[in-house]
């Protein structure tokens, strides 16, 4: 973990992470990613954890088929549209 953040009780930490699939598509094969985890404390204490990647380049180094990411990607497009919260953003 690095270049990590703390205000109050709020904090925030970017990390790379890797891990060799166990997918038997993708057996074997290396993948790198980075992301960010978002933690919220209470009395010292973790009281939310949030995290992102992008998991699109997840699906790039394992050699999925670019269709099926397409597939994929509109999918989480849909879902993130019909987030109410977007309306208040202009």
């Given at each position: 973990?690095?270049?990590?953040?703390?205000?109050?009780?709020?904090?925030?930490?970017?990390?790379?992470?890797?891990?060799?699939?166990?997918?038997p598509?993708?057996?074997?094969?290396?993948?790198?990613i980075?992301?960010?985890?978002?933690?919220?404390?209470?009395?010292?204490?973790?009281?939310?954890?949030?995290?992102?990647?992008?998991?699109?380049?997840?699906?790039?180094?394992?050699?999925?088929?670019?269709?099926?990411?397409?597939?994929?990607?509109?999918?989480?497009k849909?879902?993130?549209?019909?987030?109410?919260?977007?309306?208040?953003?202009?």
């Amino acid at each position: 973990m690095y270049d990590h953040a703390l205000e109050n009780n709020l904090g925030y930490v970017k990390y790379r992470f890797s891990f060799i699939s166990k997918i038997p598509d993708y057996k074997g094969r290396k993948v790198v990613i980075p992301g960010i985890s978002r933690f919220e404390f209470e009395n010292e204490f973790i009281k939310n954890y949030s995290e992102a990647v992008n998991g699109g380049l997840a699906m790039v180094q394992l050699g999925v088929n670019p269709l099926k990411m397409e597939k994929f990607l509109k999918w989480l497009k849909r879902s993130f549209n019909d987030d109410p919260n977007l309306s208040k953003i202009k």
